[in-house]
């Protein structure tokens, strides 16, 4: 047996145990600096360049994807600026709201064209609005009446989907609809409520299962609020 044999097996090195070393050892090159006209480094192009002009290019390369990233941020910061003030003007007028029929018309007004949707429905359940009550966005469903939706009631968080049709022109009958739309459900559930907010929009893509649910949940908690301090419910 030779003497090699009893050696322990060296370890392998591959790509990553490679670059992980020269990670935690940037001055390497500074203590074997004979290594550098050894080196094989190609540019974009695939011609050689020297170390320095492939660093200088990689640098021009991330700089260009931060700066991306901060374009990008700053437009997600200014459409979210843009949403937080329609927010605001909603909200202000939901606690201005005196009388159903003010509810009915701030609906029209600040939810639907304030928010880019095309219709804008809020059932309540087991309520009858009176007689003189000429309401178009605040629907009631009697005790013995079909809900528009199967489980429209029973829902307990936001919920945004594609909806064919049927189940649109279901919820918002005037809607000339020839493609599937999309909804937002925004449930308001109390100990004296059960009503769901309807947002609708001929835009499939407009309320996409994966947008985010932090502005329609705030709708929500302001709109329970004004039907209870208007005796809706």
Same mark, same amino acid.
């Given at each position: 047996?030779?003497?090699?044999?009893?050696?322990?097996?060296?370890?392998?090195?591959?790509?990553?145990?490679?670059?992980?070393?020269?990670?935690?050892?940037?001055?390497?090159?500074?203590?074997? %600096? *004979? =290594?550098?006209?050894? @080196? /094989?480094?190609?540019?974009?192009? $695939?011609?050689?360049?020297?170390?320095?002009?492939?660093? &200088?290019?990689?640098?021009?390369?991330?700089?260009?994807?931060?700066?991306?990233?901060?374009?990008?941020?700053?437009?997600?910061?200014?459409?979210?600026?843009?949403?937080?003030?329609?927010?605001?003007?909603?909200?202000?007028?939901?606690?201005?709201?005196?009388?159903? %029929? *003010? =509810?009915?018309?701030? @609906? /029209?007004?600040?939810?639907?064209? $304030?928010?880019?949707?095309?219709?804008?429905?809020?059932? &309540?359940?087991?309520?009858?609005?009176?007689?003189?009550?000429?309401?178009?966005?605040?629907?009631?469903?009697?005790?013995?009446?079909?809900?528009?939706?199967?489980?429209?009631?029973?829902?307990?968080?936001?919920?945004?989907?594609?909806?064919?049709?049927?189940?649109?022109?279901?919820?918002?009958?005037?809607?000339?609809?020839?493609?599937?739309?999309?909804?937002?459900?925004?449930?308001?559930?109390?100990?004296?409520?059960?009503?769901?907010?309807?947002?609708?929009?001929?835009?499939?893509?407009?309320?996409?299962?994966?947008?985010?649910?932090?502005?329609?949940?705030?709708?929500?908690?302001?709109?329970?609020?004004?039907?209870?301090?208007?005796?809706?419910?």
């Amino acid at each position: 047996m030779s003497r090699t044999d009893d050696l322990p097996d060296a370890p392998l090195l591959d790509d990553d145990a490679v670059a992980e070393f020269l990670s935690s050892n940037p001055d390497f090159f500074n203590h074997h %600096a *004979d =290594l550098l006209s050894d @080196l /094989d480094v190609r540019g974009e192009a $695939g011609d050689s360049v020297s170390l320095l002009e492939r660093q &200088v290019s990689v640098l021009r390369e991330r700089n260009r994807d931060l700066r991306q990233q901060l374009n990008t941020l700053l437009t997600n910061a200014a459409d979210n600026e843009q949403v937080y003030m329609r927010m605001k003007t909603l909200t202000l007028a939901l606690m201005d709201a005196g009388s159903v %029929a *003010d =509810l009915d018309v701030v @609906l /029209d007004r600040y939810l639907i064209s $304030g928010f880019d949707a095309d219709h804008a429905t809020c059932f &309540v359940h087991h309520w009858v609005p009176t007689d003189d009550e000429d309401l178009t966005h605040v629907v009631g469903i009697a005790l013995d009446e079909a809900s528009p939706l199967p489980g429209l009631f029973e829902r307990t968080e936001p919920v945004c989907a594609v909806h064919r049709v049927e189940e649109y022109t279901a919820v918002f009958p005037d809607a000339l609809l020839s493609a599937p739309g999309s909804i937002a459900l925004v449930p308001m559930r109390t100990d004296a409520l059960n009503a769901v907010l309807v947002i609708g929009s001929w835009d499939p893509q407009r309320f996409a299962p994966d947008m985010g649910k932090v502005f329609l949940v705030h709708i929500g908690d302001v709109m329970s609020r004004t039907l209870e301090r208007l005796g809706v419910g």
